[in-house]
């Protein structure tokens, strides 16, 4: 059964869990925006533990916008910000190296939209995991998915997966495992291995 889900900045750990397990993946892009998900977040491990990277956007909750139509602040130079966090993060890390130069064209292009980021985001990542799998997105609203498997919920940052498998962090014996990172760390830390990873949490994601 395809999965229904919302395309967010460097996805998490379950985000791609949930994609993999499913038969095709259909991206909601028909939502009304919300602040406070991971739609414009991704989170790291930083020298100092759990470190947030948050993409600045133009909305108001007073007056609601689609997903698609809400804008990126580009006024702040959040992209460089981004770019020297990581490399803070994680050039110390087993392929850090080896994945950087293939994410470098989203800190080196002008988005307008954060779902044209996320998207783009989206397909830059699974290039360099060399995953294939059956993408479209959304036409309509679906309040309740229908013929889909529902984890829209994923995108929620108080969403807990406490029950994955550890792996080596870069700063696990300052801060142990921390769970449900930006793909970016289980990446940089395991390289060709991340999709085995993966496919093995299937079971672990309610």
Not at 55 to 82: C, F, G, M, T
Not at 114 to 133: A, M, V
Not at 143 to 164: G, H, P, S
Request: glycine content about 2%; overall charge negative; charged content about 20%.
């Amino acid at each position: 059964m395809d999965a229904l889900i919302y395309p967010t900045y460097f996805p998490n750990i379950a985000h791609f869990v949930a994609m993999l397990k499913s038969g095709g993946v259909c991206f909601e892009i028909c939502d009304n925006y919300q602040k406070q998900s991971y739609r414009n977040r991704a989170e790291i491990y930083g020298a100092n533990g759990k470190l947030a990277l948050t993409v600045p956007v133009s909305y108001s909750q007073k007056n609601r916008q689609l997903y698609k139509d809400v804008k990126i602040a580009n006024e702040d130079n959040w992209q460089v910000q981004h770019l020297k966090s990581l490399q803070s993060a994680y050039s110390m890390s087993p392929f850090f190296e080896f994945y950087i130069d293939d994410l470098m064209p989203l800190f080196e292009t002008k988005f307008d939209y954060i779902l044209d980021l996320n998207l783009k985001c989206f397909e830059i990542l699974t290039n360099s995991l060399q995953i294939e799998l059956n993408i479209y997105n959304s036409t309509v609203f679906e309040k309740d998915a229908l013929n889909k498997t529902d984890f829209r919920q994923l995108v929620k940052r108080n969403y807990e997966t406490n029950n994955l498998e550890h792996y080596t962090q870069v700063f696990t014996e300052k801060h142990g495992f921390i769970p449900n990172l930006s793909i970016l760390d289980l990446l940089f830390n395991e390289g060709p291995n991340t999709e085995l990873y993966l496919t093995r949490q299937s079971t672990k994601l309610c």
